[in-house]
């Protein structure tokens, strides 16, 4: 399958899903968790690979369709 034809309900459920996800990690490893510097290793690991995949959506997106 082919995620250049998604839809935009389904480009509205992964960036959901997605946004959903980065929060948890931030809330249980990201920045102000753990010893000194892993939490903010960690936080901007994530945060980067939060970018990344948003961009994916977004740009792998039909946004004019109204499919899944």
């Known amino acids: 399958m082919d995620d250049r034809?998604?839809?935009c309900?389904?480009?509205?459920?992964k960036l959901a899903f997605l946004t959903?996800?980065?929060d948890w990690l931030q809330?249980?490893?990201g920045f102000g968790k753990g010893c000194s510097i892993s939490g903010c290793g960690?936080?901007?690991i994530f945060l980067c690979l939060?970018?990344?995949?948003?961009?994916?959506?977004l740009f792998g997106?039909?946004?004019?369709?109204i499919r899944f």
């Open 5 to 7: 034809d998604a839809g």
């Open 9 to 13: 309900l389904s480009g509205i459920l």
């Open 20 to 22: 959903w996800i980065f």
């Open 27 to 29: 809330d249980n490893f």
């Open 42 to 44: 960690c936080g901007f």
């Open 50 to 57: 939060f970018l990344i995949f948003a961009c994916s959506i």
């Open 61 to 65: 997106t039909d946004w004019t369709a």
